[in-house]
C-alpha cells in the first residue's frame, strides 16, 4: 500500500471511494457518483492531507442573517432549539494513507421536532456534505415519508460553523412539532495534523513511520468530525462504526459488538472491516470518541468489578502502560464508592496518544492522554512524572461522574466540570499513593498557585459568560481548574466531609444523563446541610455567589487587642497592585468567608465574616495569652490570604525558629506564602517577612518548602540580572545547604516519595545558586554519562533534569548536543520532555537561537504538542527571554499557524516570555505587541492582558522592594 506516484494516489483515492460505495446498504451510493463527477471541492479534500481545512463552499446567505446578537454585540452561536437530537449513527472510515488522508462519513440523526421549522440547523466545521445524499424522512408505523430538500437547500455558514438544511419552498414541506424524523447524509473531510476533531497522529516503530487517527472533541470540535448538534446539552445515543484496516484496531466509548468485512473485490483493497460498537449511554457530543490504530492492548486485573478496563499505548511502550493499569482500575473503584453510584458503561479504556494537545481528555469509557500523562517507566520515569499519572487519571476518572453523567448546561459553568475534577483528583490519588500526601500538596499546587494570578486586577469571576469557541477555549484556565477545585475544597469543609458526599450524590442521581448550572449544585447541598443541622449562616448559593461571580479573594486583617484578648477582622480584596481601573470597578469586594483559627492546633475555633459588613470590623473574643500566637485559617482550607499585627507575626517567627513542629505541616507552607506575597503587595514589611524565611534552616517537610521556594523564586526572577543578586544567591545558599546535605545527592532505597521529590527540590536549587558541591557532582555525573550513554544507573531519574540542566550550563556544544541525541533517542515522553527543558539552561544565546528555531521546524524532531513548551523553556532562562520574545514578534505568522486557536499554546508563550519582565522598556514593548498583533491574539487576549499587569506589577516592585531586599541582606550577610 505504498503511494508513489502522483498518478497512483488519484487510483488509489477511486479505489477507496468504490471501497466507500459498495458497503452496500450502509452509505448511500450518491457520495460516489459526485465524487467521480470530478467535482472540484471534495476531490480537493481527498488529496490534501496536509493540514489545510477542507474548503467547503461557504455561503453567507440564510443562516447569517437570523442570527441576532446580544446587547454586547456578542453574535449568538447558539444552536436553534426547533429539533433536538436523539440518538445518531456515525459511520466513519478515517484514510490513513499519507497523500490522502482524509475521512469519509455518513451519519444518520434521529431528531425530535419542538416547534414547527423549514430548516434544520445543526453544526459542521470543515466538512463538505454531499448535497445529494442528504435525506429528512419522517418516522413511523408505516414506511416514513421523505421531505424534499431544497435544490439549493444546504449551506454552510463558515463563521458560525452551521451547517443549514432548508426543506423545499416549493413542496411547503415542513416539520412538524411532535413529530419525528430521521436526517442522513454522507461527508468528507480531512484527517490533518491539528490535533483537534478526528485528526491523525505519528510515530516510529523500528524506523518505520505509523499513522494513527484519533479525536479530541471537547469543546468545540466534534462538528469536525461529522455535522452534529455540538452543545453540551443537546445529548443523545451515539451509535458508531468505524472502517479499518485488518492490522489496525478501532475503539470507541463503547465496546465493540460485531465485525463485519467491507464487500470490495478491488486490487490492493482487500482486508478492511467495518466494527460495530454497541450503542451508548446518553452523553453530549463533546465525549464521543473514534479511534484507529495498532496498539497493543494492556488488560488490567479489575477484581471483581462489573467493568472490564484497558490500557493501550504504541507496542515498543508496553512496558510502560504497567503503572497506569494498576491504578487504573482501584481509582475508578473508588470513585464508585465515592459518589455511591456505579460506573455505568461495560468497559474502561484508557490509550496514550503521541499527539495530543491538552494533558489528557475523558471521554467516556474511553479516555484519551499525552504518553508523558499516562505512561511510566519504572526505571526511566521520576516520581513526579509518577505524580503527574496519578494525577491526571484520577482527574479523568473522576469527570466519569462528574462531567460525563451530570454536564454542565453550557460553557458557562466549565468552571464546575473542571474545578470538581481538580479536586477529586486529590482523594483519588490520596487513595492509590498515600505517600505523596495529596491533601497537604493541594495547597501549594492549586491554592497557592492560582492566588498569584487570581490577585492581578486582570483575573476574572470562575464563572464567566461564553459564546463564542474562542471564549470557550479561553476559560480551560488555572481560574477554572485551580480556584474552581480550591472554593470546592472550602466549601466541603464548612460543610463536613458528610454533607458535602451526600449532597453531591443526590445531584448527581437527580441529574443524572442530564444537564446543570451551578445553582442545582448549590440546592442540593443546601437541602443536605439542612438534613443534617449544619450551621450555616446563609444559604449555599448566597455564600458561593461571592465567590464565583466576583473575581479575586479578600486578604483578612487580624488586630489583637492583647490587654483583653480581642481579635479584631476585616476584609478588604487582595490586590498586588492597584490602578485607576480597580478603583473604577463598582463590585463591592466582599467575601462570605469561613474563617477558622487555633492557638495551638488542638482546638480549632470558626466564625464568619459576612459579604455586608462594609468598613464594619468584626470583633471576637479568643481567651488566650497575650504571649501566645493565634494562627487563622487553619491548613489553609479557606481561600483568603491572613495579616497580622506585628506583634503576633513575630511570635509565630519565634515559634518557627524553635520547634516549627508546633504549627501544621499546611500552615507553615501558608506562612511562607501569605507572608511574602503580603510583602510584594506592600501590606507588610519585607523585614518580616525574610526573617520568616530563616526558620526553613530547620525545615525537612515538602510542602512548606515548595511554598517557600515558589514564593522566593519570584524574588530571584526579580533580581537575577541586578547587582544584588550575587548577595540573594548566597541567602538562598545558606537556607538550602543544610537540607542539601541532609538529603543529600542520592536516593535512598524504600524511602518516602516527598523526601524524593524534596531532594530534587533542594539539589535543583542547591546547584543554581552555586553551592559547588552541588555543581561539581552534576558535571561529575553528566560527564560519566557522556561516557556510557545506554547505563541508565547513573543519574537517578529524579536528579536526571537536574544534573542536565547544570552540566549544559556549565558547559559547552557538546553536552546540549548529548541531550539532543539522548531526547532523540529515547522512547519514554516524560525522559524526553525532560532532556528538552534542561537544555534551555544553556547559556550560549546561539544555542537558545538554535532552540527557539527547532521549535517550529516540522523536521527537527520536536513534535508540534512540544512546540510551544520549548518557546516557554527558553523564556525562563534569564538569558532567553528577550530571545524568545523577539522570536515571537518575528514569527508570529508562523507560530499562527503552528499553533491553532484551540488550547492555551499561545497564552502559555507569551506568559512565560513575560513572567519576569521588569524594566519600562520592556513593559513598552510588550504593551506595543499587544497594539500591533492584536487581530491575530483571540484565543490570547486575557492572557496578554495578564502579562502586561504583571510587567507592571514587576516594575513596581522593583521600585518599591528592590533595594529593601538589598538592605536586608547587607544586613544580615
Ligand atoms: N477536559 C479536559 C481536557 C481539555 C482541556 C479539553 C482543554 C479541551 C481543552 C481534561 O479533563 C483536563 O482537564 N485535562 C487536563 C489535565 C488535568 C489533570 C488538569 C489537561 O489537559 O491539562
Ligand atoms: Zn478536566
Known sequence: MKTTSGGYVVSKCRALLLLFAFIGSLIAVGVLVYFLADRPYPAAALTNGNGAAASASSSSGSGKKDQPHDMAGNKNVRLPRAVLPSRYDVRLFPVLEKGNFSILGHVSIDLQCQMETDRIVLHSADIVVDPKSVKVFEQGNKPGKTLMVASDGIHYDTDMEFLVIRLCPKHKDKL??????????????????????????????????????????????????????????????????????????????????????????????????????????????????????????????????????????????????????????????????????????????????????????????????????????????????????????????AHQWFGNLVTMDWWTDLWLNEGFASYAEYLGSQHVEPGLKWLQQFVTRDLQDVMSLDALESSHPISVVVHHPNEINEIFDRISYGKGATIIRMLAAFLGEKTFRQGLTNYLKSRQYGNAVQDDLWDALTKQAKVNKVPLPTGVKQIMDTWTLKMGFPVVTVTREYENSSVSLSQERFLMQRSNASSQDKTVYLWWVPLTYTTDFQTVGSTWLADGQTGKKHELSIPVDKNQWVIFNVDQMGYYRINYDSKNWQMIGQQLMTNHSAISVINRAQIMDDSLNLAEAGLLDYETALNLTRYLEHETDYVPWDAALSSMGYISSMMSRTSGYGLLKKHFRT???????????????????????????????????????????????????????????????????????????????????????????????????????????????????????????????????????????????????????????????????????????????????????????????????????????????????????????????????????????????
Open 176 to 397: 412538524a412539532k411532535g413529530a419525528n424524523y430521521t436526517l442522513s447524509m454522507n461527508y468528507v473531510g480531512n484527517l490533518t495534523d491539528q490535533l483537534r476533531g478526528l485528526y491523525r497522529s505519528t510515530y516510529k516503530e523500528d524506523g518505520v513511520e505509523k499513522y494513527i487517527a484519533v479525536s479530541q472533541m471537547e469543546p468545540t470540535d466534534a462538528r469536525r468530525a461529522f455535522p452534529c448538534f455540538d452543545e453540551p446539552n443537546m445529548k443523545a445515543t451515539f451509535t458508531v462504526t468505524l472502517g479499518r484496516h485488518r492490522d489496525m484496531t478501532a475503539l470507541s466509548n463503547m465496546p465493540l459488538i460485531n465485525t463485519t468485512q467491507m464487500q470490495v473485490t478491488l486490487e490492493g483493497m482487500e482486508g478492511f472491516y467495518w466494527d460495530h460498537f454497541a450503542p451508548s449511554v446518553p452523553m453530549s457530543t463533546y465525549l464521543v470518541a473514534f479511534i484507529v490504530a495498532n496498539f497493543t492492548q494492556v488488560e488490567a486485573d479489575v477484581g471483581n468489578a462489573t467493568w472490564k478496563f484497558n490500557i493501550y499505548a504504541r507496542p515498543s511502550a508496553r512496558n510502560q502502560a504497567q503503572y497506569a493499569s494498576e491504578i487504573g482500575p482501584k481509582i475508578q473503584a473508588f470513585f464508585e464508592d465515592y459518589f455511591q453510584i456505579p460506573f455505568p458503561l461495560p468497559k474502561q479504556d484508557m490509550i496514550a496518544i503521541p499527539d495530543f494537545a491538552a494533558g489528557a481528555m475523558e471521554n467516556w469509557g474511553l479516555i484519551t492522554y499525552r504518553e508523558t500523562a499516562l505512561l511510566y517507566d519504572e526505571k526511566k520515569s521520576s516520581v513526579s512524572n509518577k505524580e503527574r499519572v496519578c494525577e491526571v487519571v484520577a482527574h479523568e476518572l
Open 735 to 973: 537556607i538550602i545547604t543544610p537540607l542539601y546535605n541532609l538529603v543529600g545527592f542520592d536516593q535512598k532505597v524504600g524511602e518516602d516519595l516527598l523526601m524524593t521529590k524534596l531532594r530534587t527540590n533542594a539539589v535543583s536549587w542547591a546547584c543554581s545558586m552555586g553551592n559547588k558541591d552541588c555543581i561539581s557532582r552534576a558535571v561529575n555525573s553528566y560527564a560519566q554519562w557522556m561516557a556510557d550513554p545506554e547505563n541508565i544507573d547513573i543519574i537517578s531519574p529524579n536528579l536526571k533534569g537536574t544534573v542536565t540542566c547544570t552540566a549544559i550550563r556549565e558547559g559547552d556544544e557538546v553536552e546540549w548536543e548529548f541531550a539532543l541525541n539522548r531526547y532523540m533517542a529515547s522512547n519514554v515522553a516524560s525522559e524526553q520532555a525532560v532532556l528538552l527543558s534542561s537544555m534551555s539552561c544553556s547559556e550560549k544565546p546561539w544555542i537558545l537561537a538554535k532552540m527557539l528555531e527547532m521549535s517550529l521546524d516540522p523536521n527537527s524532531g520536536i513534535r508540534k504538542q512540544d512546540a510551544a513548551r520549548v518557546i516557554s523553556q527558553v523564556a525562563y532562562n534569564s538569558l532567553g527571554r528577550y530571545m524568545s520574545f523577539n522570536f515571537i514578534r518575528d514569527k508570529w505568522t508562523e507560530l499562527r499557524k503552528v499553533f491553532p486557536s484551540t488550547f492555551s499554546s499561545m497564552s502559555g508563550i507569551i506568559k512565560a516570555v513575560a513572567t519576569s519582565f521588569n524594566t519600562e522598556l520592556e513593559l513598552k514593548e510588550l504593551i506595543q505587541f499587544r497594539e500591533e498583533k492584536s487581530e491575530g491574539l483571540s484565543g490570547a487576549e486575557r492572557a496578554t492582558q495578564q502579562s502586561i499587569d504583571r510587567a507592571k506589577n514587576n516594575l513596581n516592585w522593583m521600585r518599591q522592594n528592590y533595594q529593601k531586599v538589598v538592605d536586608w541582606l547587607q544586613r544580615v550577610y
